[in-house]
Nanobody, 118 residues
Framework: QVQLVESGGGLVQPGGSLRLSCAAS????????MGWYRQAPGKQRELVAA???????NIADSVKGRFTISRDNAKNTVYLQMNSLKPEDTAVYYCNAKSPIRRIADYWGQGTQVTVSS
């Protein structure tokens, strides 16, 4: 059974930082592209950042320079370090696991709420 369990969300003031974690089980973690998506109320889910099995990262322009994605294959965990947070970063953040085998559907975590407010 595949599980992606996010943690680290919460309420933070503008300019603050949070680190999200996503612990994966039930998949061969090291071969998956791992990503973070977010969905704000009334908006579509959007890619925030992703890291391939080889360590190549893709960061959305809206968070470039503020957010960093990393992975620890020994711990089957992917991280999203979020700095200089803005109110517009408020959203539910979802962990995503994308298999290199196209016929295998993506896996998703349950989501963690990030609220940036004073």
């Amino acid at each position: 059974q595949v599980q992606l369990v996010e943690s680290g969300g919460g309420l933070v003031q503008p300019g603050g930082s949070l680190r999200l974690s996503c612990a994966a089980s039930g998949i061969r973690f090291s071969i998956y592209t791992m990503g973070w998506y977010r969905q704000a109320p009334g908006k579509q889910r959007e890619l925030v950042a992703a890291v391939t099995s080889g360590g190549t990262t893709n960061i959305a322009d809206s968070v470039k320079g503020r957010f960093t994605i990393s992975r620890d294959n020994a711990k089957n965990t992917v991280y999203l370090q979020m700095n200089s947070l803005k109110p517009e970063d408020t959203a539910v953040y979802y962990c995503n696991a994308k298999s290199p085998i196209r016929r295998i559907a993506d896996y998703w975590g349950q989501g963690t709420q990030v609220t940036v407010s004073s």
